[in-house]
T-cell receptor
């Protein structure tokens, strides 16, 4: 079974630019999550999809962040325009039942 | 505010030493509890989980954790660590469908 795939693994952009992160969950997993870890701090919840619907987006920092999940399959997280404080590792996870989350390797985002 | 607190930021041990990492949470009601591990260069992996039943749970690679409800704690233990246990360890709590993590503890095992 393929795992959760995230792309790109690293992204370096300048302040003000736009970046789009992608997550492909495990096939059949209706629940998809985005998390972020800023250097040295805890992994923080951003949002939760159930199929194509946003179940909980209480962790989204502000309206520069937009997440979508087309057709309930892969998801994208767009940051526009990016700011310095957006730097960190963005993790995606998926689960069928909620009992065990499977995490991707993360996208390391550096905003210069 | 609801939170997960890990007691140590960085732990350094020698091989064969015993390891205990503390975790306390402040959620009321029923929660599911987890320990995740991230080895260098790898993704987060589940070490063990507690949902109900026996409060002493065993996970992979010789790890175990004990849930003490009265103390809101879920401490992770391993009797004898190996160099390959060098990693970052995260305690996490899931009240519903939202996993909340502690800040993580970096464990360095010296050969």
């Amino acid at each position: 079974e393929a795992g959760v795939t995230q792309f790109p693994s690293h992204s370096v952009i300048e302040k003000g630019q736009t970046v789009t992160l992608r997550c492909d969950p495990i096939s059949g997993h209706d629940n998809l999550y985005w998390y972020r870890r800023v250097m040295g701090k805890e992994i923080k919840f951003l949002l939760h999809f159930v199929k194509e619907s946003k179940q909980d987006e209480s962790g989204m920092p502000n309206n520069r962040f937009l997440a979508e999940r087309t057709g309930g399959t892969y998801s994208t997280l767009k940051v526009q325009p990016a700011e310095l404080e957006d730097s960190g590792v963005y993790f995606c996870a998926s689960t069928r039942t909620g009992e065990k989350l499977f995490f991707g390797s993360g996208t390391q985002l550096s905003v210069l | 505010a609801q939170s997960v607190s890990q007691h140590n930021h960085h732990v350094i041990l020698s091989e064969a030493a015993s390891l205990e990492l503390g975790c306390n949470y402040s959620y009321g009601g029923t929660v599911n509890l987890f320990w995740y591990v991230q080895y260098p260069g790898q993704h987060l992996q589940l070490l063990l989980k507690y949902f109900s039943g026996d409060p002493l749970v065993k996970g992979i690679k010789g790890f175990e954790a004990e849930f003490i409800k009265s103390k809101f704690s879920f401490n992770l233990r391993k009797p004898s660590v190996q160099w390959s246990d060098t990693a970052e360890y995260f305690c996490a709590v899931m009240p519903y469908y939202k996993l909340s993590f502690g800040a993580g503890t970096t464990v360095t095992v010296r050969a």
